[in-house]
């Protein structure tokens, strides 16, 4: 590895040559992030110091106790990730005839050297908006219309200033289109150089964002799982023309000698989320925390005033959980104590496939039997149906033929999908509960296909 990251840094001394990256951080996943003074700015502004206080793998570490990590760290591999790609891909020797016509920046040293800070900051900033313990509870948590990213949007808005007294000044749209992408910023045009740059960070097969997160939480976690060859990674990234569809639609793909370490990337992912995100304990630990935080929080949501949300970290509901724990009449008192005293709710049942010859959805007829059985209030469901889809990008042979990523890997056709289903009973009810599905599982579910019928 250390000799991995002396190519890497030797190959992106132009990077620190024309920014000055004359600050370094010490970073258990990438040895050194560099930045520069101009940089270092928007790391000490409060928006992005709050990020020190906001976990990223929510209550993660009530099962992984390593899982400590914060959205800081994260967003400055993010940052770093980021700017290692850009390099390649941009390096005249690795430009594609077609994309090379098809973007003047690529041709441009001064525009290549302006898009670089614009990524770099995209990247720093792309989790600006993020609610108390990231992802746990933001679906039901946040003003209606909203996602994480609308507040990073208005967070990225705020720090205009910084971006205007960098030399040259940044635009604050160009930092917010390539941070978020089209999807998320969706009123505004995209040219398809925007589109490729938050590509590089957010995309589904090679988004900096997932490179990151899957070495950092694997290495905090203490699992083997999201580990793969980064370095081969990102050395083979390319823009490629999607010439295979008879278009020449340019996107990430990569050289047919990495193919194998997007193989690695891939099914990472699908062993970290079938090992770690979705472990029926830690999913758990993120409906009681929403349970809580839905009481705990003025109109039951996140507020949509900038000022108040920039306020509030992890560690003021992790106070709110300790005071309502000690009072049993607070708001949230039996949340807050099965999240302080480890008493959340345990499995009672997840799906087996000879279920399913009985009823389509067996876990939802079980959590209403279960529920009017022991009452509502000592029952939970929770499913993770993901929309799915396939990893096709352009793939370039030796020969400059160029393949779509799904006529050239088995794997990559079939990666599984994700899919969870978990019925959870409150930890004084599992035996007798246990004891009750054993003796009627069968009935349920059969009575269950008739009222399907």
Request: hydrophobic fraction near 40%; include cysteine; proline fraction near 5%.
């Amino acid at each position: 590895m250390f000799y991995n990251n002396i190519i890497i840094w030797n190959k992106f001394e132009r990077v620190v040559s024309f920014m000055k990256l004359t600050h370094e951080i010490r970073d258990p996943i990438h040895v050194f992030i560099k930045l520069s003074s101009e940089e270092r700015k928007v790391l000490d502004s409060p928006p992005f110091q709050r990020l020190r206080y906001i976990h990223q793998l929510a209550l993660t570490y009530l099962v992984y106790p390593g899982a400590t990590h914060n959205r800081f760290e994260h967003s400055l591999g993010v940052m770093e990730l980021a700017s290692r790609v850009y390099d390649v891909v941009t390096e005249p020797e690795n430009v594609h005839p077609v994309v090379k016509n098809k973007f003047p920046e690529l041709n441009d040293t001064a525009k290549r050297d302006y898009w670089e800070k614009v990524i770099r900051m995209a990247a720093l900033c792309h989790d600006l908006g993020h609610i108390p313990f990231s992802h746990a509870a933001e679906a039901e948590l946040l003003p209606e219309n909203w996602t994480h990213e609308t507040f990073t949007v208005k967070i990225i808005e705020s720090l205009e200033k910084i971006w205007l007294d960098m030399t040259p000044p940044l635009r604050t749209e160009d930092i917010i289109k390539v941070a978020v992408g089209p999807k998320e910023y969706s009123s505004k045009n995209f040219s398809e150089w925007e589109i490729i740059l938050s590509e590089i960070i957010t995309g589904d097969s090679f988004g900096v964002d997932r490179i990151d997160y899957l070495l950092r939480d694997s290495y905090h976690a203490g699992v083997a799982y999201g580990k793969f060859d980064h370095f081969r990674l990102i050395d083979t990234l390319r823009i490629l023309p999607k010439i295979y569809d008879e278009t020449d639609e340019p996107t990430l793909g990569i050289e047919i000698g990495g193919i194998h370490t997007a193989e690695s990337l891939l099914l990472a992912r699908y062993y970290m989320f079938t090992q770690v995100y979705m472990h029926k304990v830690r999913r758990i630990y993120d409906i009681h925390l929403k349970e809580f935080m839905k009481t705990w929080l003025e109109g039951g949501k996140i507020t949509d005033n900038i000022d108040e949300h920039l306020k509030l970290t992890d560690n003021q509901v992790l106070v709110a959980m300790q005071e309502a724990m000690d009072n049993k009449e607070a708001p949230g008192y039996s949340e807050a104590k099965r999240i302080m005293n480890r008493e959340h709710f345990k499995v009672l049942y997840s799906r087996h496939p000879s279920d399913l010859e009985l009823y389509p959805e067996p876990e939802k007829i079980i959590f209403r039997a279960a529920s009017s059985k022991f009452g509502e209030e000592n029952v939970q469901h929770d499913d993770y149906y993901p929309s799915g889809g396939t990893y096709d990008f352009p793939v370039i042979y030796d020969d400059d033929h160029i393949e779509s990523s799904l006529n050239v890997s088995d794997a990559l056709n079939n990666i599984p999908v994700v899919k969870i289903d978990f019925v959870f009973i409150a930890p004084e009810l599992k035996e007798e509960a246990v004891s009750w599905l054993e003796e009627n599982k069968e009935q349920i579910l059969k009575g269950g296909e008739k009222d399907n019928d």
